[in-house]
């Protein structure tokens, strides 16, 4: 039955609709209060960078027997970040029954990646909901490889449509969900990724601003999906570097991946270093994602020779004020990894280094400034292996 809500009712039922999941990040155990402090000294994911995006920006109604259809053949996906679906059946029974009694749902937004599948950025809750109810299965299967029926469930308006699965429903009922309508915001860009590969990520992090947003490394997982990204995700479970890291179990913040991307991003390649901090990076991300250059081919057996050695020479390394030292780590790590696979880390030289004034400058202050950068590692090299 159709009616007039209070003001009040539809307030809530909209603002429940548009609250945000946390975000699932596969094969992580460390609980948030577990976590370990980094020293950044410069808020490198506050840094400004300009970048002008050419892209399009298209807005769609959607009737919802379309959106289930293009989810159910792989045309709109759900990204590797967000994977999990976390809705109950009552929420999901809810969403349906705004859609029933013509209640606003909170549009949705989509990417169109380069083979012309849409990407959920925002909304996937509400799609994968829509997507299951004319399924007519509720979630994925059990240990018995059975699925669960999808009945209304704790509904507040449509009593009428309580314990009914969408072929169950009358015909005119169906029909009104079928042709109801979902506003979706597609977002193109049209420069060749490889041109601008920083715009992809700038893009999700502009659209990221949901109840629980993404962090910077978060989004790259995101963006720059590949060989990469599993590689990095391997060497972060090495021994050695958990123990540099200060945690055994990986970061639910990915803050330890993104420090070795940001070891990768330097290995060989300081002097090509610009601000700011997390474009850099991202690039990194982009163009390495298939680890097809020679520098990244060799990155992950230096990496885990380094960490050795590090482990071997020092205790609690990196930590010149308590904390973990982005800085610090980044400019002896890559110094050890440039050197040739005989070179030894001496604790002495370390020492030495982290008392030198000008190193010391340079990683706690504007560490992020291209002078800071590249004068830490000339430093670490002469001090640490004798380079000028």
């Known amino acids: 039955m159709q009616g007039v809500y209070p003001r009040a009712t539809i307030f809530l039922r909209y603002s429940s609709l548009c609250q945000r999941q946390p975000i699932y990040r596969s094969g992580l155990s460390v609980s948030e209060s577990d976590e370990i402090e980094i020293e950044y000294l410069t808020n490198e994911d506050d840094e400004t960078s300009t970048v002008e995006f050419n892209i399009v920006v298209t807005s769609s109604d959607w009737t919802l027997e379309l959106l289930a259809s293009k989810f159910q053949t792989g045309d709109i996906i759900i990204p590797d970040y967000q994977r999990k679906f976390v809705w109950d059946i009552r929420r999901a029974s809810t969403l349906i029954e705004s859609f029933a009694i013509g209640l606003p749902v909170p549009q949705v937004f989509f990417y169109e990646n380069a083979d012309g599948q849409l990407e959920v950025i925002d909304g996937q809750q509400?799609?994968?909901?829509?997507?299951?109810?004319?399924?007519?299965?509720?979630?994925?299967?059990?240990?018995?490889?059975?699925?669960?029926?999808?009945?209304?469930?704790?509904?507040?308006?449509?009593?009428?449509?309580?314990?009914?699965?969408?072929?169950?429903?009358?015909?005119?009922?169906?029909?009104?969900?079928?042709?109801?309508?979902?506003?979706?915001?597609?977002?193109?860009?049209?420069?060749?990724?490889?041109?601008?590969?920083?715009?992809?990520?700038?893009?999700?992090?502009?659209?990221?601003?949901?109840?629980?947003?993404?962090?910077?490394?978060?989004?790259?997982?995101?963006?720059?999906?590949?060989?990469?990204?599993?590689?990095?995700?391997?060497?972060?479970?090495?021994?050695?570097?958990?123990?540099?890291?200060?945690?055994?179990?990986?970061?639910?913040?990915?803050?330890?991946?993104?420090?070795?991307?940001?070891?990768?991003?330097?290995?060989?390649?300081?002097?090509?270093?610009?601000?700011?901090?997390?474009?850099?990076?991202?690039?990194?991300?982009?163009?390495?994602?298939?680890?097809?250059?020679?520098?990244?081919?060799?990155?992950?057996?230096?990496?885990?020779?380094?960490?050795?050695?590090?482990?071997?020479?020092?205790?609690?390394?990196?930590?010149?004020?308590?904390?973990?030292?982005?800085?610090?780590?980044?400019?002896?790590?890559?110094?050890?990894?440039?050197?040739?696979?005989?070179?030894?880390?001496?604790?002495?030289s370390y020492d030495a280094l982290l008392k030198d004034h000008d190193f010391r400058t340079m990683i706690t202050s504007n560490t992020s400034n291209i002078d800071s950068v590249k004068s830490r590692k000339a430093i670490a090299d002469k001090i640490l292996f004798g380079h000028e």
């Open 126 to 348: 509400r799609i994968t909901s829509i997507a299951y109810f004319f399924e007519g299965f509720f979630g994925g299967e059990d240990s018995n490889g059975n699925r669960k029926v999808f009945k209304l469930k704790g509904l507040e308006q449509r009593k009428d449509l309580e314990g009914k699965s969408f072929a169950e429903l009358d015909d005119r009922t169906k029909r009104r969900i079928k042709n109801t309508s979902l506003r979706g915001v597609t977002v193109k860009q049209l420069t060749p990724e490889e041109e601008q590969p920083e715009s992809v990520y700038h893009i999700f992090e502009r659209l990221n601003t949901g109840g629980q947003p993404l962090n910077a490394q978060e989004i790259r997982n995101a963006v720059y999906r590949g060989t990469l990204l599993s590689e990095l995700e391997r060497l972060n479970k090495d021994e050695n570097w958990r123990k540099i890291y200060g945690k055994p179990d990986p970061d639910p913040k990915q803050r330890d991946i993104e420090l070795i991307l940001r070891l990768l991003a330097f290995y060989k390649n300081t002097e090509n270093y610009t601000p700011p901090m997390k474009d850099f990076l991202s690039k990194e991300m982009s163009k390495n994602r298939s680890l097809d250059s020679d520098r990244s081919k060799e990155f992950s057996n230096v990496f885990i020779s380094a960490a050795e050695a590090v482990v071997e020479a020092l205790e609690k390394p990196f930590r010149p004020r308590g904390l973990l030292n982005a800085a610090t780590l980044e400019a002896v790590m890559v110094s050890l990894m440039e050197q040739d696979s005989s070179t030894i880390l001496s604790k002495d």
